[in-house]
């Protein structure tokens, strides 16, 4: 298939290379590729059998609903969000289980389905009663989505039909003579989109126009939250900056985004960017995580970015990855494949344990207690462990990673017959019209990224390289030629030969990171990056230190000391005392040394405590 | 009535005084007792009717529950804590009119009253049906908390034989040989104990006992927050620190320290004790309010006390001093009534605006945004309001303030044969066996406290008077001489002569306070305290200043401005950045001066942004 791609717009400055061009080799992304394949899907799979919501479809056809459903009232999203992951993987590795497995949902799903279309476990005996919170819309947009992916990979299909049928349904339910209502959950906008790209059919393109011009204009109820948690509070293109419930959100800026370049409205475009830029610049942890608040999930005030009650919850990390992406593909500006760089390495490798079957539903940047231990075969309630859990009572942030991880392949590069841009470095065989790439990198431990043609045009192209934003210092070489280049895209423009070779030498010393003197939550602190992973101290590393009365020493560098970064501390008992106001009396301090430990790895050696964010000795 | 008080153990080191024997004068609490009674209580009388919780006897009665419903399950509380205000009102003015309306829903309720004692407006179909949510028994809990106010101030009536006969019920109910259970909201146990002082009959503190007993043996289903969140995790006395929902567990607690009382239980004192030490010096926010957590209104971990989340409910501020006065009359420890001022003076003061029609659900000590101005005539969601709103869904705030400043007379001093014990200060007329004595003073505002002998046994007896734990440096009057007092009580014992004078000279210069170095959220900031009153930074005050750039100079204390406090300090205007991590560019500096004001009064004049810790210039 030519376009077995995540998102394939017809416009834009960037064009998307399809998953199957992009073969993952081992390193960090292909390690997680090929473990999403091995054991995530499945996982997922057998939990999703074992909490009923495949059941629940075929409780539907016998008739037995409402009474032997189980599972939450959005179950058939993360369903249809697996099996998006299953479509994924079949179309990159072929697997033909995993093929036969989706074939027989998707025949499951056609018999339960309606004959209007209407298809949903919940709701069958009350539809649309309650657009705020029963999901309906978007368990269609992750079936739509999941579609999609099927379409682009494998083609038409029972599953495909049900989703076409679903979408008509749709637009004939809530087209402009239909209800005049929105969906309680965005995500519906983007998936409409997708499929106006892979069908070209107009009324999916018109109907998603029409749900981003519908949201903002109160037709939902005004919930404890406020409108503001579902963006029904202003239209999204007044909107200043993302708000409200984090995931919700960020589908929603993905099907604004999509329609805008669709449409050709750059008024929409520019809105979305604007309220991206403050959404970066002051409601964003430093692993890239989105979402400050526990009580709704929800964006909270600029900079109040505390990072012991950080939620950060990982699918609200995907769905900032599909925005940075979509902005890459319409812009081709180097700022938001940095933001998915970030947010890759830190608030989504995060989530999966080294085994890929258990998650991370929240990602905190500070872990004040040992958590307890998940029971290894019990579902979570939503975000409630401390550390990963095998399932969760909404186990969204699962079956995202696992069609995030199975598509991961087409957020490498983008080709067109200009040339070849590389936005992530990961060890790949990058096939496009001008040219085959190889590329060869240990990246993010080392910095040496080498890209190698091995089939080229013979006229001239361009091929270019994101330098990160983080990367002072890096430099280009190109046949004997060495040149320092700055962070954006590095360009070298020549015709081309086989076994010519580029190498972009990234500098990985660790760095000292300090937050904006407005996040309260962090002052007289320091954060250690290197290259674009984030570090942090867990208390399995520091024995006899509480972490909670930590300092660092950063008159140097942290040395890289294996896989760590160490660097002298200090930390001290103090007094107990009772009441924690006023003069602390004298504590007796005591020297360490911290070992910084990747973000992405803490929690895998049992209950510990962390933080990221460390206080700086002495204080500046 | 010689019982006339919140709280009549009938052992421990302290005894009451009688709220009829404490008559305050004009000053900080007779002031807003007085507001309370010529406003607060008919505002929330006009709200309960209006929103239709009284309305919801009536359909109880007419038998059109229960579709004719309205408001939360838990609204028949939010009334009784109303009546408990009215009977402690009438008890103390002797207000006519509210002494008929209380009769009235008296008369009312009796009539919607189950034949069994059962009195619920919203279970009557499906009794005990939801332990975990359903309230029933914390509705009772209030109900009998109002009937004891009744017998302590007027005597039995149709209202307080509705209470007494749903006590009985509950004892039936629940008892030994009944349903194993206790309420998803604890209040009964502390409700029947006084229930049990007041009548003598044994079953009720057999009842509170069995009911502490049973919490913490996982009788209540494993909610989505936990069986923390209603403090049935783990037993009461073995508990290390209060947890869970912040409300829930001081009014546990203020049960398990009148179970303990009554059966002579130190262990049980003990542990509360304990639990109270801990929560106080690592989960209290310096207004004394407590709770951190939005999601689930809950404490958080040690030190987790960021301010610009404080959820610090206005209802676990006056659960916290019911629970703090429990531990006074229990121990005679200054310690208790030390915390009681803070949080009255901060935490429970701050909540009603200054006509008493208006309250704040959630105190905050950082607003970072300014906040919309809720509707003078709505009702907000639980907490929605950033400003004071003049009724919530949820209002048990509004009810709780009523019965608290209606009765605080009782909590200024206690009294038995050998003395007389002054624990807050407040210019009042005190009248006691062994002596009547008439208070003058002007505090918080000045550190003045005038004691006259109006009247006086022959024999030797003691004054104590409260010394606070912050006042450094104070000194007592006593004729002709002067000494130094250290915080706790200082202690005149001698003959006293009709028209003796002592005088308690608190230090009232401002003071700077630093929080403990493991509090993350506030690293680097001091706050403005002066005597009990803590103080903050409001925008409207700062006119050219974005408050979340300011930091003050500590070199001089803060010198006064009126009811303010000036102090220099600089602000700066930052740059806007795309990304708020890594070195700040330069800013430029600008001085201003900063003008603290009461934390109590913040928010009178219109929409304001506010801080009580900022920042220190330079940084220590």
């Known amino acids: 298939?030519?376009?077995?791609?995540?998102?394939?717009?017809?416009?834009?400055?960037?064009?998307?290379?399809?998953?199957?061009?992009?073969?993952?080799?081992?390193?960090?992304?292909?390690?997680?590729?090929?473990?999403?394949?091995?054991?995530?899907?499945?996982?997922?799979?057998?939990?999703?059998?074992?909490?009923?919501?495949?059941?629940?479809?075929?409780?539907?056809?016998?008739?037995?609903?409402?009474?032997?459903?189980?599972?939450?009232?959005?179950?058939?999203?993360?369903?249809?969000?697996?099996?998006?992951?299953?479509?994924?993987?079949?179309?990159?590795?072929?697997?033909?289980?995993?093929?036969?497995?989706?074939?027989?949902?998707?025949?499951?799903?056609?018999?339960?389905?309606?004959?209007?279309?209407?298809?949903?476990?919940?709701?069958?005996?009350?539809?649309?009663?309650?657009?705020?919170?029963?999901?309906?819309?978007?368990?269609?947009?992750h079936l739509i989505q999941a579609a999609v992916a099927r379409l682009r990979t494998t083609g038409e299909d029972e599953f495909t039909a049900v989703a076409l049928r679903a979408a008509d349904h749709v637009c004939a339910e809530f087209g402009p003579a239909g209800r005049v209502g929105v969906c309680g959950h965005p995500v519906i906008e983007t998936a409409l989109v997708e499929l106006y790209r892979v069908t070209g059919r107009q009324r999916y393109l018109d109907q998603a126009r029409l749900f981003v011009d519908r949201r903002g204009q109160r037709t939902l109820a005004d919930i404890e939250f406020g409108r503001r948690y579902f963006q029904d509070d202003v239209p999204v293109r007044q909107s200043e900056v993302l708000h409200g419930h984090a995931v919700r959100a960020l589908y929603l800026a993905c099907g604004a985004v999509d329609v805008a370049v669709e449409t050709g409205d750059t008024d929409l475009l520019a809105a979305v960017i604007r309220q991206w830029e403050q959404t970066v610049a002051t409601r964003t942890y430093l692993t890239g995580g989105m979402g400050s608040r526990h009580q709704d999930e929800s964006f909270g005030e600029a900079f109040e970015l505390a990072p012991d009650r950080s939620y950060a919850e990982t699918c609200a990390a995907v769905a900032s990855v599909m925005l940075s992406w979509r902005l890459l593909l319409a812009t081709g500006e180097a700022r938001f494949a940095d933001l998915a760089e970030r947010t890759l390495f830190n608030a989504i490798a995060v989530s999966p344990d080294e085994n890929g079957t258990a998650f991370f539903y929240r990602n905190t940047l500070h872990q004040r207690r040992l958590p307890g231990i998940p029971a290894v075969d019990e579902e979570s309630p939503r975000a409630a462990a401390g550390m990963r859990a095998p399932w969760y009572e909404v186990s969204c942030c699962p079956t995202n990673i696992s069609r995030m991880m199975a598509s991961i392949g087409g957020y490498v590069a983008t080709a067109d017959s200009s040339g070849i841009q590389l936005h992530q470095f990961t060890a790949a065989d990058i096939r496009t019209e001008v040219a085959d790439l190889q590329v060869d990198t240990a990246y993010?431990?080392?910095?040496?990224?080498?890209?190698?043609?091995?089939?080229?045009?013979?006229?001239?192209?361009?091929?270019?390289?994101?330098?990160?934003?983080?990367?002072?210092?890096?430099?280009?070489?190109?046949?004997?030629?060495?040149?320092?280049?700055?962070?954006?895209?590095?360009?070298?423009?020549?015709?081309?030969?086989?076994?010519?070779?580029?190498?972009?030498?990234?500098?990985?010393?660790?760095?000292?990171?300090?937050?904006?003197?407005?996040?309260?939550?962090?002052?007289?602190?320091?954060?250690?990056?290197?290259?674009?992973?984030?570090?942090?101290?867990?208390?399995?590393?520091?024995?006899?230190?509480?972490?909670?009365?930590?300092?660092?020493?950063?008159?140097?560098?942290?040395?890289?000391?294996?896989?760590?970064?160490?660097?002298?501390?200090?930390?001290?008992?103090?007094?107990?005392?009772?009441?924690?106001?006023?003069?602390?009396?004298?504590?007796?301090?005591?020297?360490?040394?911290?070992?910084?430990?990747?973000?992405?790895?803490?929690?895998?050696?049992?209950?510990s405590t962390m933080r990221v964010f460390v206080p700086e000795h002495p204080p500046r």
């Open 1 to 141: 298939m030519s376009e077995a791609s995540p998102v394939v717009p017809s416009q834009g400055v960037l064009r998307p290379i399809p998953i199957t061009d992009v073969s993952l080799r081992e390193g960090f992304w292909g390690e997680r590729q090929a473990r999403n394949a091995s054991s995530t899907i499945d996982h997922c799979l057998n939990w999703v059998r074992r909490a009923g919501w495949i059941d629940n479809f075929a409780a539907a056809v016998a008739g037995t609903l409402p009474e032997a459903r189980r599972g939450r009232e959005f179950s058939d999203a993360d369903l249809y969000k697996l099996i998006e992951g299953m479509a994924w993987e079949v179309g990159r590795s072929g697997t033909e289980r995993l093929d036969k497995e989706l074939l027989g949902l998707g025949e499951l799903m056609a018999k339960a389905q309606h004959p209007d279309g209407y298809l949903n476990t919940k709701f069958g005996h009350a539809r649309y009663s309650d657009l705020e919170w029963g999901h309906e819309l978007y368990c269609y947009g």
């Open 444 to 607: 993010p431990e080392a910095g040496k990224v080498v890209v190698r043609i091995r089939r080229t045009v013979e006229h001239e192209w361009a091929l270019r390289i994101r330098v990160p934003a983080w990367a002072t210092g890096a430099h280009l070489r190109v046949g004997g030629s060495r040149r320092p280049v700055a962070p954006g895209y590095a360009q070298v423009q020549r015709r081309w030969e086989v076994g010519d070779r580029v190498v972009l030498d990234l500098p990985m010393t660790a760095r000292w990171t300090r937050p904006d003197p407005r996040i309260d939550a962090v002052r007289g602190c320091v954060a250690v990056e290197r290259g674009p992973v984030v570090y942090c101290l867990e208390s399995v590393d520091q024995p006899d230190a509480d972490l909670e009365t930590f300092s660092v020493v950063t008159t140097d560098l942290p040395e890289p000391t294996g896989t760590a970064l160490s660097v002298p501390a200090q930390y001290s008992r103090l007094p107990d005392r009772p009441w924690p106001y006023g003069e602390t009396s004298a504590m007796e301090e005591l020297s360490t040394t911290a070992l910084f430990v990747p973000y992405h790895m803490w929690g895998n050696r049992g209950p």
